[in-house]
């Protein structure tokens, strides 16, 4: 076995073990969303920028392996694994199929869990912004008199002038 091949496999599972970290965080801030928790809803969006980082560096490295695996090979660089999996013996690439398949899956389930977290967070801001609403304004009682009498109009009387 070559082994860029190894050092592939390897990358794939380094990458795999934190997609599903990732995974976990992103399922534990639905909850933290759900409590309402600013704080931890913070440091959890810190965290999540750490990965942010830390997927760029795979990427990098899964690039250079390409690049080696493509010279020990004498194939032009392959663009994706899957270009990859066509250059490689049966047990070989099973191996990482296997390892990319797992990815996938585990990708897709993080764009399932970010997404009801955004419905989440989308859902409270209306929230907060319906609770501002009601709290600076308030009825104007005008007189009982003329066309539009008994009619009352919402004005402006806000401790703040900005809707934020």
Do not use: H
Not at 81 to 88: A, G, K, M, T
Not at 89 to 114: K, M, P, Q, S
Not at 138 to 158: A, D, F, L, M, V
């Amino acid at each position: 076995m070559i082994r860029s091949i190894q050092q592939l496999k390897d990358t794939l599972w380094q990458e795999l073990k934190m997609y599903k970290e990732v995974l976990e965080t992103a399922q534990g801030k639905t909850e933290i969303i759900k409590k309402g928790k600013l704080k931890e809803l913070e440091a959890t969006t810190e965290k999540e920028q750490q990965y942010i980082r830390t997927m760029g560096t795979f990427e990098k490295i899964r690039r250079s392996i390409f690049v080696n695996i493509s010279e020990e090979m004498d194939i032009t660089p392959p663009s994706s694994v899957s270009e990859l999996l066509l250059y490689l013996e049966e047990e070989e690439a099973a191996a990482i199929d296997g390892l990319r398949n797992e990815l996938l899956d585990v990708i897709a389930a993080l764009a399932e869990t970010n997404e009801l977290n955004e419905k989440l967070i989308y859902q409270n801001l209306e929230y907060v912004n319906f609770n501002i609403e009601l709290m600076t304004s308030r009825p104007e009682e005008g007189n009982n008199y003329g066309e539009n009498q008994g009619i009352k109009r919402k004005t402006s009387s806000s401790l703040l002038d900005v809707k934020i």
